[in-house]
């Protein structure tokens, strides 16, 4: 039996179906077009070594160390070696004993069968139960066709010859590389996060969000630009008030450090009054069309609510960006999706508990609740949010998720059984595999079924009306509340099959 994940069904697949029926293979989809496989009988989850000069070990995030870079694919994926830089990555994840990596190749490479880029991830998954969440996340996003959604490989790292567990290969996120294929020297990139790390960042007027500048780096904006602990002290909080030739006395390093410190600036400002614009305009209810790309947001919050990640209203590690800061008619684009730890139900214990019927957006305190709450609430927004998810039923997208766990998790599940050896993550994630096709599949029909209906026709095509056909079908108020009990309906008008009808009583 041939087994796929990719809604393409091609004429050569279904030869192989007839000739090798003993034949498993699963695809994980990409939006390149060529597509990472293995064979998930008799093969194994492919190999990571990594060498590190000296033999030493990642202590530290700030720097790299150099190594050599092996894949042993067996037969599933190309061998491969090269040289490569190593060091360790993640915010609350480095606490963990088992760290996260972040890799740096000297020049683009191709690995895996997916697109050639130099910067790579290598994510631990430490948390209890956690091995899986960012995979079916990220499969989720590419079925609900999230722009730049990552790829999963799994794979089994070793570090100096000594076993590290089983760990997920993925891109980098950020512009230029195998993430947002974008002309880096007119975009930027936003990250929304609470950790609010970065040397440049500030909070917006409206939501009060955490707002870090991830790309591009504006301590080097300029050709030359002085990366030093001087220049960083300029942007230090305490500085905030002050200029460069206030702090320090005159000299050429300073001219220097005046000239990048003021170059990058100017380039924080307009950045900062783009996204503050952004932020009224979704919290007071304008025209967010002409500033944010709806069908995006749509799709990225559909993943979001999907696997209720409520990470999201902290906020933490949502991503945003901006193809053209020159050009007026550039809107931001919410995205890529990442780091999923924390949703599927996590209840400190474990995932995939009872959270299948409520909402993952809601108001509070956090920044992320009013910025969030404001979008899903704009009208504009929820047509967009309908048709994205018209298009996801209309493609039995989660019938796809379910049989992509499955897959998945035969694939992977000796990895796992040595990982829980090393690390005591003995979850039994063959018992848990049933747990979350339902959990998934019992969030889905719920936001299906209390979806509103929306006219969408000028949104749509034909495959889409479908759809949007198929959820109109039912009662409705005219308020586009749909009606669960039809029993007792009181006087009025309503939708019914799509159709208003006056209810006499």
């Not at 909080?237 to 320090?248: E, G, L, T, V, W």
């Not at 409520?358 to 956090?366: E, L, S, W």
């Not at 704009?378 to 039995?396: I, L, M, S, T």
């Amino acid at each position: 039996m041939l087994q796929t994940v990719d809604t393409m069904k091609s004429i050569w697949v279904y030869l192989i179906k007839q000739i090798y029926p003993s034949l498993i293979l699963v695809f994980i989809a990409v939006t390149t077009p060529v597509k990472a496989q293995w064979q998930t009988v008799g093969s194994e989850v492919p190999r990571i070594d990594i060498d590190i000069e000296k033999g030493h070990t990642v202590v530290s995030r700030n720097y790299y160390l150099n190594a050599e870079f092996r894949i042993t694919g067996y037969g599933t994926f190309n061998d491969f070696a090269h040289c490569v830089q190593i060091k360790g990555r993640g915010n609350n994840s480095w606490n963990y004993d088992k760290k996260s990596y972040r890799l740096k190749f000297p020049e683009k490479v191709k690995l895996f069968g997916l697109k050639k880029g130099k910067s790579w991830v290598l994510l631990a998954n430490p948390q209890h139960g956690s091995l899986m969440t960012n995979a079916i996340a990220m499969k989720i996003g590419q079925l609900a066709k999230a722009p730049y959604t990552n790829h999963i490989i799994p794979v089994e790292l070793y570090i100096n010859g000594e076993y590290q567990g089983s760990y997920i290969f993925t891109e980098k996120v950020g512009l230029s590389n195998n993430s947002i294929d974008v002309d880096e020297e007119l975009a930027y990139m936003l990250e929304l996060d609470s950790y609010y790390d970065e040397d440049f960042k500030f909070r917006s007027q409206c939501s009060k969000q955490p707002v870090n500048i991830k790309e591009p780096d504006l301590l080097e904006f300029e050709t030359g630009a002085v990366n030093s602990t001087l220049l960083q002290a300029f942007l230090n909080d305490n500085c905030k008030n002050s200029i460069p030739s206030q702090q320090f006395p005159n000299s050429s390093l300073t001219a220097t450090i005046i000239s990048n410190y003021n170059a990058g600036n100017a380039i924080f400002n307009v950045i900062k009054e783009q996204f503050n614009s952004l932020d009224d305009i979704v919290c007071n209810g304008g025209d967010i069309g002409q500033v944010l790309d709806l069908d995006a947001a749509a799709r990225y919050v559909l993943v979001n609510e999907l696997v209720f990640n409520r990470e999201i209203l902290h906020p933490k590690s949502v991503f945003l960006w901006k193809a053209d800061i020159t050009s007026p008619d550039s809107k931001f684009i919410l995205g890529p999706l990442w780091d999923f730890d924390y949703a599927f139900g996590y209840n400190e214990k474990s995932y995939f508990t009872d959270v299948t019927g409520k909402t993952c957006i809601v108001g509070g305190a956090y920044p992320g609740c009013k910025f969030f709450t404001a979008l899903i609430s704009n009208r504009e927004f929820q047509r967009h949010y309908y048709k994205v998810w018209c298009e996801f039923v209309e493609n039995d997208c989660i019938t796809e998720v379910m049989q992509y766990i499955a897959d998945y998790h035969e694939f992977v599940k000796e990895s796992y059984s040595n990982n829980a050896m090393l690390w005591g993550d003995n979850t039994e994630y063959a018992a848990l595999v049933p747990q979350m096709q339902q959990w998934i599949k019992e969030r889905h029909d719920h936001i299906v079924k209390n979806l509103t209906v929306y006219d969408i026709s000028d949104l749509i095509g034909n495959d889409t009306e479908n759809a949007s056909k198929k959820l109109r079908a039912g009662v409705y108020t005219i308020y586009g509340e749909r009606v669960t009990d039809c029993r007792n309906l009181q006087q009025g008008l309503y939708i019914i099959n799509g159709k208003k009808m006056f209810i006499k009583r």
